[in-house]
């Protein structure tokens, strides 16, 4: 095991590439905070998953973590039940398919300061504690949206844009206090939310990974376990992108299943 005695932030982590990733730190020797927003019973399920098959610790935590108050909170709980913080992955996420002209403030407000301010608040939060006990390690889930423009993405893929310079920011403000901060953009994974997205899915992105599938949750979670890990100790500052070669092939498919909504 690669993490033992760590402890362990994991945002968005009730279902989907959040729970995968809570598992899979856990199996490498973390306690973790399962953070849930509107899902307590995956997040329980999550956590008691984690107690029933390792010997790590878990609790779960609600947060809403686009407020600064719920950040607070879920830092202060963790570090009440593990008293310290090691990694924090900032997976939590949220994407409206909408063409442009549809987009609402509110969309534009609830999309920027899910994805992108929580990370700022959160990395900030976390990472004072980091500074005090010898460093630790961020890993923020970002997208290939962070590369390319995607149909009817935009507040989404600048949500993502911005999470790419905010991980290198952050990580050149953070080195010193030997705290490495990375990203990994995903490509397109096999999660609920994706398969309720889009009826045709995964038929209707299979042509433009040139692997051949799509991805599975164990594709991202065993790239965050290794950038919380020694064996990436000199990797800070960097997007590595998870996707099966689908970003450097061809255009994004255009959302015809968004436009027909």
């Not at 973590?65 to 909170?73: E, G, H, L, M, Q």
């Not at 149909?151 to 991980?167: E, F, N, R």
């Not at 950038?227 to 500052?237: E, K, N, Q």
Request: hydrophobic share 40%.
């Amino acid at each position: 095991m690669k993490l033992i005695g760590k402890i362990a932030i994991v945002t968005g982590s009730s279902k989907g590439i959040g729970a995968g990733i809570a598992k899979e730190l856990a199996m490498e020797g973390c306690n973790v905070t399962v953070n849930y927003h509107g899902d307590k019973e995956g997040a329980d399920k999550v956590k008691d998953y984690i107690e029933e098959n390792t010997k790590q610790k878990a609790i779960s935590v609600y947060a809403d973590v686009s407020k600064f108050k719920d950040c607070k909170s879920l830092v202060e709980e963790t570090l009440k039940t593990f008293g310290r913080i090691d990694i924090l992955v900032n997976n939590a996420g949220i994407a409206f398919w909408k063409p442009f002209f549809e987009i609402t403030e509110e969309i534009w407000d609830s999309t920027l300061d899910t994805n992108l301010k929580s990370v700022y608040m959160l990395s900030q939060l976390a990472g004072k504690n980091m500074a005090e006990n010898n460093g630790g390690a961020i890993v923020n889930i970002s997208s290939i949206a962070s590369h390319g423009a995607m149909d009817c993405l935009v507040p989404y893929c600048a949500s993502k844009g911005g999470m790419t310079l905010i991980t290198k920011a952050i990580a050149v403000e953070l080195a010193p206090y030997n705290i490495r901060v990375n990203a990994l953009s995903c490509g397109t994974i096999d999660i609920e939310r994706n398969r309720k997205t889009d009826p045709n899915y995964p038929d209707d992105w299979i042509p433009y990974i040139p692997l051949g599938r799509v991805g599975s949750v164990e594709d991202i979670a065993k790239p965050v376990v290794f950038l919380c890990s020694d064996d990436s100790s000199y990797i800070t500052g960097q997007n590595i992108f998870i996707c099966g070669g689908e970003v450097d092939y061809v255009p994004m498919p255009r959302s015809d299943f968004a436009r027909k909504k």
